[in-house]
């Protein structure tokens, strides 16, 4: 099939590499435009230009898709399907409606639960026991298209948003070349999505990382795992940031600790182990295991202990 590809993270990098391996013809990869990263500003490629490069498949960076200018070469090009997987721009009727299959969107939730731009981070911080990869045809809203197939993909108990990313990475590429198949073959499922089950996975922004001790130790530690490795949940010891990756959760009834819990308040370091920090929420105990402060490497807690001196009833905040 001849085919524009539309998407810009690692997911979307992953997929495009596997239609190009089952032998579609990528007439061209649409993507976002480049943008500065980290310290020295270095202009950074997104995921899925790298991957085109590599593939010798032409790349359009458009600031919109929307433009008149844009959507003529889209005309020019003349694909029979447009996929899209995370891509970062909603397309406008006059896209949706310009390929002889239409535009196929591979989405990473099992809709219409978490619609939007951050589904595989919201499933873990919820406390999802599973997701999946579902395909869908695109129509003008968000992720609100007739869905051709779903694959679930069970969420493991320690799993975090880089796991479980490359999981439904894996997944998507079988389940997407069949329902391509399907529509070739005028046999692919439009099943309407349930709009009262509906719910929405908002943008990340690095303040949803900033840790709130009087939470439960349960919903902390599922947000440590769902913002791992970004952007990261975080806090603050002595006035440095702590960013903190990895942690488990405790019931007060499983710890003894030098200062009696009742008299703790959330965010107080209750407890120092040989391999971990124990902290104070609003219910229960959050034993850090692998943490990060400002200016370090990333270490878990026993190397980190070995190296800075960290005393009780010290408050993070």
């Known amino acids: 099939m001849n085919i524009v590809y539309m998407g810009t993270p690692e997911i979307a990098a992953v997929i495009l590499k596997a239609l190009h391996e089952a032998g579609h013809h990528i007439l061209a990869a649409v993507t976002q435009q480049d943008k500065p990263k980290g310290r020295g500003n270095q202009v950074q490629f997104p995921a899925v230009k790298e991957v085109a490069l590599s593939l010798n498949i032409p790349v359009y960076q458009p600031k919109k898709?929307?433009?008149?200018?844009?959507i003529e070469v889209l005309k020019e090009l003349n694909p029979e399907a447009i996929v899209v997987t995370a891509f970062g721009q909603i397309l406008p009727k006059t896209v949706l409606e310009l390929p002889k299959y239409g535009c196929i969107n591979v989405h990473a939730s099992l809709l219409p639960k978490y619609r939007g731009a951050a589904p595989i981070q919201w499933s873990i911080i919820e406390g999802e026991e599973k997701t999946g990869i579902t395909i869908m045809h695109m129509d003008?809203?968000?992720?609100?298209?007739?869905?051709?197939?779903?694959?679930?993909?069970?969420?493991?108990?320690?799993?975090t948003?880089?796991?479980?990313?490359?999981?439904?990475?894996?997944?998507?590429?079988p389940i997407l070349l069949q329902s391509l198949a399907d529509l070739e073959a005028g046999t692919?499922?439009?099943?309407?999505?349930?709009?009262?089950?509906?719910?929405?996975?908002?943008?990340?922004?690095k303040s949803l990382g900033h840790i709130d001790f009087n939470q439960p130790a349960v919903k902390?530690?599922?947000?440590?795992?769902?913002?791992?490795?970004?952007?990261?949940?975080?806090?603050?010891?002595?006035?440095?940031?702590?960013?903190?990756?990895?942690?488990?959760?405790?019931?007060?009834s499983e710890v003894l600790s030098e200062i009696p819990l009742s008299e703790a308040v959330p965010g107080e370091i209750v407890d120092i182990r040989k391999d971990a920090l124990l902290i104070q929420t609003a219910e229960g105990i959050l034993a850090?295991?692998?943490?990060?402060?400002?200016?370090?490497k990333r270490m878990t807690a026993e190397s980190f202990l070995r190296g800075y001196e960290v005393k009780t009833k010290t408050l993070l905040q």
């Open 65 to 70: 898709v929307r433009e008149p200018e844009f």
């Open 188 to 205: 692919a499922a439009r099943i309407k999505q349930e709009d009262e089950k509906s719910t929405y996975a908002k943008i990340l922004d």
């Open 288 to 296: 850090v295991k692998e943490l990060q402060l400002e200016g370090k």
């Open 161 to 173: 948003f880089g796991s479980l990313h490359d999981k439904l990475a894996e997944a998507a590429g």
């Open 140 to 159: 003008p809203g968000i992720d609100t298209g007739d869905m051709i197939s779903k694959v679930e993909v069970p969420i493991a108990p320690k799993e």
């Open 220 to 252: 902390i530690e599922r947000l440590i795992r769902g913002l791992n490795p970004w952007p990261s949940a975080y806090t603050t010891l002595e006035g440095k940031m702590l960013k903190i990756w990895e942690a488990d959760a405790l019931k007060e």
